[in-house]
């Protein structure tokens, strides 16, 4: 903190710069929260702009089948003649929704599961806890396997698999920070003041808890599309002829030798991904944990 | 401390019956028939009915949840619906490759990882600072799959140096089991071939499984490291004269081992987990690849034998890493 402080007084600033402006200078101020984020949109551009940059990804062209990279086709085609790079690109949307959806239902899970247990009470804590620490005892893409093969093999399935494996972790956080705040002073003065549980919870407690949380899910986007792609890697998530990237590597493995392109594409497109929302949840962490700070 | 241990052994046994009532809840939300999905889709009518009822398929769900908790209680994990053999039988068969492939993906990620964030700490924000990060940050992006395709191709295919999938050369006399641990088995029926040979065999599996915990781990103890170092005691240490080498190994490393250890312990349950993946590219016999089986079709007495075994492990590892802790870090005392 003094160093902020030092660099304030050299800048001359007349007013105190506001919380919000200075977080965001320290993240432009951080060279992989730069990269990530870049590689984020420029990710979200591909997804959203698919159906314009690229052709059709399911076109079969037998007699142009496993050809290298060439103007007509940038990545080249794979063992059925379809354009990889049509299909990398019409995957990022597929693994983009799987793993904000993932990420969403965890958070939306574990901030109930986790503001429940933390502020009711402790016999509503140690059921909810106790059965928390059931899900985290699973090993993670067993769980998720065995329900994406109870309830059918489709991408909707492998979300509602990989968020059953995602949420204990917000749910142990939430908790972990709603027990914190309980004691603060600002929680009593509110409750001092005859404030309701539901309006302490939802107006004090949760808007203090989302520094942790939005940390934490920045990692997991990229972990919950890592888990999905393995998932349908083994014939769990999404089908052929589906373009989603666990399943392009595992249709085109065979052909690694003529065409590796085929495999190797929608393979750099998980590692891009996962790698942009890795950088960018360090940042976070670096920019928004005031223990991280120096 | 009796009384800690007893309550964390009681957390241990309640872990595990959450993880099969957990399996077992999902296995009667099943839209597909599991007697349809081991017969076939052609399968008779007497014969749907002959199996349901020889597995009990067909009684009221609490029934048959009795049923399985009584024959659990006995030590029977019941019968797989596609082996037809007890579960426990399976398990037995299965899970000490699993250990043999986890045990040394753990083993090569202490071995590399270690050094490598101790390294990336002395030698901050310089060389090999930052390729440390730069492979610990590909490492940790790497889908395991995409991995084991690729030095697959390129160790085996390509340039010969390693074996392909499997335990041993299929030229090469199989060891009479004892263990079910191939190096180990090898070396207790002294054959020394085999034993290099299922080594070179383990060697490719266990890099790829324990790549990404090697990346984190690297990661882990680089950031450890790094705190420790810039601690008052070890300026101490160096001002009262302490060789580098003696500031780092005395000092920092025993200190930063504390974080470092907590890791240790939640990556042996991901390498079980990860496993899955790994032992299905390898052709590894590991119960990774009999879950995968089982799941796609359906057989849930040996999903449930597989997460039970597996929640166990994990509860267990927990445990000891906690009792562990407390062994190192004097300050930590559990009552």
């Known amino acids: ?294 | 401390m009796w009384s800690y241990l007893v309550r964390r052994l009681f957390f241990v046994i309640f872990v595990a019956w959450g993880v099969t009532f957990a399996t077992f809840f999902i296995a009667q939300v099943v839209p597909a028939d599991p007697a349809l999905a081991a017969l076939g889709d052609n399968a008779r009518e007497e014969q749907v009915q002959e199996f349901r009822h020889r597995y009990g398929l067909d009684k009221p769900k609490p029934v048959q949840y009795a049923i399985y908790m009584n024959r659990l209680l006995r030590g029977d994990l019941g019968q797989s619906l596609r082996t037809s053999r007890p579960v426990a039988d399976d398990l037995k068969e299965f899970f000490p490759a699993t250990i043999e492939l986890s045990l040394a993906a753990l083993l090569v990620s202490l071995l590399f990882g270690i050094p490598a964030g101790v390294l990336a700490a002395l030698r901050q924000n310089r060389a090999p600072d930052l390729v440390v990060r730069l492979l610990a940050l590909l490492g940790g992006a790497t889908p395991v799959f995409f991995l084991a395709i690729l030095l697959l191709e390129l160790l085996h295919g390509k340039l010969g140096l390693l074996p392909g999938p499997g335990r041993l050369d299929p030229y090469l006399l199989t060891p009479p089991r004892v263990t079910g641990v191939m190096t180990l088995d090898t070396l207790i029926a002294r054959d020394g071939k085999a034993f290099v040979d299922s080594l070179r065999h383990l060697l490719l599996p266990a890099f790829v499984l324990g790549a990404a915990s090697l990346a984190l781990l690297a990661r882990m103890t680089r950031g450890a490291m790094l705190e420790v170092l810039s601690q008052d005691y070890v300026r101490t240490a160096r001002s009262k004269g302490l060789s580098e080498r003696g500031v780092v190994l005395r000092h920092a490393a025993k200190n930063a081992a504390l974080p470092v250890l907590t890791v240790i312990g939640s990556l042996l349950g991901s390498l079980l987990s990860g496993a899955v993946l790994t032992e299905t590219i390898f052709s590894w016999p590991g119960i990774g690849r009999y879950v995968t089986v089982s799941a796609a079709s359906l057989d849930f007495p040996a999903v449930m034998g597989v997460t039970l075994l597996a929640g166990l492990v994990y509860a267990l590892i927990n445990l000891a890493v906690d009792l562990l802790y407390a062994a190192i870090d004097p300050r930590i005392r559990y009552g």
């Open chain 1, 1 to 294: 903190m003094g160093e902020v402080k030092v660099q304030e007084g050299w800048e001359g600033r007349a007013s105190r710069p506001t919380l919000r402006s200075r977080t965001i200078r320290r993240f432009r101020r951080n060279a992989s929260g730069i990269i990530g984020l870049a590689l984020l949109i420029l990710l979200v551009a591909m997804a959203v702009l698919s159906p314009v940059i690229s052709g059709d990804p399911l076109a079969q062209d037998i007699l142009n089948k496993l050809q290298s990279p060439s103007s007509q086709h940038f990545l080249g085609t794979d063992q059925l003649g379809r354009d990889v790079w049509a299909r990398v690109v019409h995957g990022a949307a597929i693994s983009l929704r799987i793993g904000f959806l993932v990420v969403l239902l965890s958070v939306v899970i574990g901030v109930i599961v986790g503001l429940t247990a933390g502020s009711l009470g402790r016999v509503w804590d140690n059921v909810l806890m106790r059965i928390t620490d059931i899900f985290f005892a699973f090993p993670s893409l067993i769980l998720a396997m065995a329900i994406a093969a109870a309830l059918g093999r489709d991408l909707n399935n492998t979300i509602l698999a990989v968020a059953a494996v995602t949420w204990p972790v917000y749910a142990r956080l939430v908790r972990a920070q709603a027990l914190a705040l309980r004691e603060r002073e600002f929680v009593e003065a509110a409750r001092a003041l005859g404030t309701s549980t539901p309006r302490i919870l939802w107006r004090h407690i949760l808007p203090n808890t989302w520094t942790p949380v939005l940390v934490q899910a920045s990692f997991d986007v990229g972990g919950a599309i890592l888990t999905a792609a393995g998932l349908s890697f083994i014939g769990f998530g999404a089908q052929p002829p589906t373009p989603e990237w666990g399943a392009m590597v595992s249709e085109t493995r065979d052909y690694i030798r003529e065409a590796p392109w085929a495999a190797s594409a929608p393979a750099i497109g998980i590692m891009l991904t996962v790698l942009a929302f890795n950088l960018l949840g360090d940042a976070l962490r670096d920019v928004l944990d005031p223990r991280g700070r120096d």
